[in-house]
């Protein structure tokens, strides 16, 4: 009986090491050990962050940009009440026309017609429509339809994977494409809900050119509020991606040759990150004249130069040829309607500007382009806690927050290196020595090299 009672614990010893050994082993065989994985103790600077950093200053010798941002009086923004999707197809996903599927839907004899996007043009004669209609991931949509198609990057298990929705207005009158993406870190939400809004308030019949919105880009990160792919990389530090290479690069490969490369002009949405909360704005490489020059059709939205991060969708595309900018919008894991009316807003206006919609937009006063602007940063750890909120004007010297040591008691404030104003900042929390706290644009351009 002692004998077998040892022996059960023995077992049980036994167990428990293989359990405590087993993840070691898994982490260290897992990736090749060239490649940066974002791990709690390792993490990249955020791209919110990085992209300021990295930027190049403004080049002051080029010309300006070709638009006036004064166009006229403030008006509140009306909010309609909207139908449940009433222009878009929700009966099912479309389903690819020819064998090369993403994915299979269950065939459903009994209701094959449901799966169809129908004409809202039943003048629309077949032989007139080739010009203007569009083939997205193996489906057609015509002009004067929109739909609902699935797309997935294609590395799950195949039964098992899960599309994520591409909503797609073809307008009936031609014009350019505007491609609107959101939640390519799955826990930023407000960008979700511009898209939603914007897509389900265009009509197809009265819309020049095509909107497509890939609402929530990354599925998975979406579901478990993570900012990560599964593999937890930062997917907007991949594109425009590898076909055969690691996850994060084959992710952003599928999206960018199967649905990006279809867009014109790209406008992706973004959040603040790690508790970082953005005044509405772009982020935009005001060097290029192209990307200046549209950031002007963005009604009432702060610009911030940056010429962007290797790897972000935002350069990817610029180097495509496809005019890009990114939306930041107030902090992640929340719903917030102010910021997610301004987004709206400044994309009605954007829409406006490119002759796709027409609706007597009434302009409001321009926000600012902030040609500089930079990072304040944490000199210690410990509790902050800011006496300035996001949008304030500061000067020189004045004291953005404080961080308390609360075990020392000591305090530790935070000052202004210049004038200008708190475009980004950090909610209270806990912060390390270094964590970026404050972003600060200014309006003056920087000097000559
Ligand atoms: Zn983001």
New binding site residues.
């Given amino acids: 009986m002692c004998f077998g009672l040892s022996k059960a614990f023995s077992t049980i010893l036994l167990i428990l090491l293989i359990a405590l050994a087993t993840p070691g082993v898994l982490a260290e065989g897992d990736l090749d050990e060239n490649e940066e994985v974002v791990t709690e103790e390792t993490e990249d600077e955020?791209?919110?962050v990085a992209d300021i950093d990295d930027s190049l200053p403004r080049q002051t010798t080029s010309t300006q940009p070709t638009f006036s941002r004064a166009y006229g009086n403030a008006e509140d923004i009306q909010d309609k009440p909207h139908k449940i999707a009433p222009n878009i197809d929700l009966k099912e996903v479309a389903p690819a026309q020819t064998s090369k599927s993403f994915f299979t839907e269950p065939e459903n004899p009994e209701q094959p017609q449901d799966i169809q996007p129908e004409p809202r043009t039943p003048e629309l004669k077949p032989e007139t429509t080739p010009p203007n209609s569009i083939t997205l991931l193996d489906t057609e949509v015509l002009p004067g339809t929109s739909t609902r198609i699935g797309w997935s990057p294609g590395l799950q298990i195949s039964g098992l994977s899960s599309p994520t929705p591409v909503l797609v207005v073809n307008g009936i009158k031609s014009g350019p494409t505007l491609c609107l993406v959101a939640a390519?870190?799955g826990d930023?939400l407000n960008g979700i809900e511009i898209v939603r809004r914007v897509l389900y308030d265009l009509d197809p019949t009265e819309l020049s050119g095509k909107v497509i919105g890939v609402p929530i880009v990354n599925l998975q990160g979406f579901q478990q509020g993570n900012?990560y792919l599964p593999d937890r990389r930062d997917l907007?530090r991949h594109f425009p991606g590898k076909a055969d290479g690691h996850v994060a690069e084959r992710f952003a490969h599928a999206l960018f040759s199967q649905v990006i490369r279809h867009c014109d002009m790209l406008v992706d949405i973004?959040?603040g990150?790690l508790r970082r909360t953005n005044l509405p704005q772009l982020r935009a490489d005001m060097n290029n004249p192209k990307v200046a020059t549209f950031t002007g059709g963005f009604d009432r939205i702060a610009v911030v130069h940056s010429t962007g991060t290797r790897g972000m969708l935002r350069t990817a595309a610029l180097a495509m040829g496809i005019t890009a900018v990114t939306m930041?919008a107030g902090e992640?894991l929340r719903i917030q309607q102010h910021q997610i009316k301004a987004g709206v807003n400044s994309l009605h206006s954007l829409m406006e500007k490119q002759g796709m919609i027409s609706r007597l937009f009434t302009w409001g006063d321009p926000e600012p382009i902030y040609y500089d602007s930079y990072w304040i940063r944490a000199e210690y750890g410990g509790i902050l806690s800011s006496k300035i909120t996001l949008g304030a004007q500061v000067i020189k010297g004045q004291v953005l927050g404080v961080v308390t040591d609360p075990i020392t008691n000591a305090q530790y404030p935070i000052k202004a290196k210049g004038i200008g104003r708190i475009i980004g900042m950090a909610v209270d929390q806990v912060v390390m020595s270094g964590f970026a706290a404050y972003h600060i644009g200014t309006e003056a351009e920087v000097p000559a090299e």
């Fill in positions: 955020d791209e919110d390519i870190h930023e900012r907007n973004h959040t990150s930041e992640s």
